[in-house]
């Protein structure tokens, strides 16, 4: 599950209006249903429906119908545009990118930041982070998480350092690197049992909007 602690920055209105334009503003050239942009950026499908009616009065996010179905997507002409995109990835990006990066890893139970990052996400004081601590918990093959890692940091123009302990190391005390990961602030990205909870709360939520004459 996602951090309920507060952004890098004070300067959106809400955490989940962040998530939401950082799936946007990552993807410019997606456009979403509300039920596939609510899954995809964790974000509760009322909320979501709350917050892109007010981001489509901004002009930032730009919507379209298709049949019964309204697409959001970024508005890549906004004036904003360029500048928003690189606050989102250097504030909230990282969380998504190592997410999609490290998705398709067999054999990981769970994906962690911590370190800087996440200490700054987490609302703590200090210089800006100049690389993303990542702790993979499962039995992926070294190579395909180093693989994931460089495909991180190429997108977020930052240096993606990767750790790897299994199920039964991240149960146990003892190991330096994951006593300090329980200490510290840090932020759960990919957690497989939650992922799939997730999935089946918007779905169970995309059945009752059409009888609240949400679309």
Request: glycine fraction near 4%.
């Given at each position: 599950?996602?951090?309920?602690s507060?952004?890098?920055?004070?300067?959106?209105?809400?955490?989940?209006?962040?998530?939401?334009?950082?799936?946007?503003?990552?993807?410019?050239?997606?456009?979403?249903?509300l039920?596939?942009?609510?899954?995809?950026?964790?974000?509760?499908?009322?909320?979501?429906?709350?917050?892109?009616?007010?981001?489509?009065?901004?002009?930032?996010?730009?919507?379209?119908?298709?049949?019964?179905?309204?697409?959001?997507?970024?508005?890549?002409?906004?004036?904003?545009?360029?500048?928003?995109?690189?606050?989102?990835?250097?504030?909230?990006?990282?969380?998504?990118?190592?997410?999609?990066?490290?998705?398709?890893?067999?054999?990981?139970?769970?994906?962690?930041?911590?370190?800087?990052?996440?200490?700054?996400?987490?609302?703590?004081?200090?210089?800006?982070?100049?690389?993303?601590?990542?702790?993979?918990?499962g039995?992926?093959?070294?190579?395909?998480?180093?693989?994931?890692?460089?495909?991180?940091?190429?997108?977020l123009?930052?240096?993606?350092?990767?750790?790897?302990?299994?199920?039964?190391?991240?149960?146990?005390?003892?190991?330096?690197?994951?006593?300090?990961?329980?200490?510290?602030?840090?932020?759960?990205?990919?957690?497989r049992?939650a992922?799939?909870?997730?999935?089946?709360?918007?779905?169970?939520?995309?059945?009752?909007?059409?009888t609240?004459?949400?679309?």
């Amino acid at each position: 599950m996602r951090s309920q602690s507060p952004s890098l920055m004070p300067i959106f209105r809400s955490q989940h209006q962040a998530e939401l334009l950082t799936q946007l503003y990552l993807h410019p050239d997606a456009q979403y249903a509300l039920t596939e942009l609510a899954q995809a950026a964790r974000v509760p499908l009322s909320t979501a429906h709350r917050e892109m009616a007010r981001l489509a009065d901004t002009g930032l996010v730009v919507t379209r119908s298709a049949g019964r179905t309204r697409l959001y997507q970024a508005d890549a002409g906004h004036p904003a545009a360029r500048a928003l995109t690189e606050l989102l990835t250097f504030t909230f990006g990282p969380a998504q990118v190592i997410a999609e990066e490290f998705a398709e890893l067999p054999d990981v139970e769970s994906v962690l930041l911590f370190g800087s990052w996440a200490a700054r996400y987490a609302g703590q004081d200090g210089p800006p982070p100049a690389d993303i601590d990542v702790l993979v918990i499962g039995t992926p093959h070294r190579a395909a998480v180093y693989a994931a890692a460089d495909r991180a940091a190429a997108r977020l123009q930052l240096p993606v350092n990767p750790a790897l302990r299994t199920p039964d190391q991240w149960q146990a005390t003892g190991d330096a690197l994951v006593d300090q990961v329980h200490r510290s602030a840090h932020l759960t990205v990919i957690e497989r049992a939650a992922l799939a909870d997730a999935a089946a709360m918007v779905e169970a939520s995309a059945q009752l909007l059409p009888t609240l004459g949400i679309f």
